[in-house]
């Protein structure tokens, strides 16, 4: 069993910078690929982010340069520092791990 909890949403102006956490804990130390999804109103979720051991980061193609995921193996934490926001950003964002997801957490920016 394992726990996502993730923090550091918030409104933001198009431009601007936010950094995500995931707190993970139960059985996380063992998983290996981490990441994160978002999912805007109307739309499907999408992957942005994923982070392995073995196959390092990838991102989507929206966010490629602007986003960055890492991951703090001895605080159990995910994080995803977000740079050069846009409108289009806007989404709850998720933390998620093997088949477990977190609550989200609301990111809004205005243009």
């Known amino acids: 069993q394992v726990q996502l909890v993730e923090s550091g949403g918030g409104l933001v102006q198009a431009g601007g910078s936010l950094r995500l956490s995931c707190a993970a804990s139960?059985?996380?130390?063992?998983?290996?690929?981490m990441g994160w999804f978002r999912q805007a109103p109307g739309k499907q979720r999408e992957l942005v982010a994923t982070?392995?051991?073995?196959?390092?980061?990838n991102y989507a193609d929206s966010v490629k340069g602007r986003f960055t995921i890492s991951r703090d193996n001895a605080k159990n934490t995910l994080y995803l520092q977000m740079n050069s926001l846009k409108p289009e950003d806007t989404a709850v964002y998720y933390c998620?791990?093997?088949?477990?997801w977190g609550q989200g957490t609301q990111v809004t920016v205005s243009s």
């Open positions: 139960g059985s996380s130390t063992s998983i290996d690929v």
């Open positions: 998620w791990c093997v088949n477990y």
């Open positions: 982070i392995s051991s073995r196959s390092g980061t």
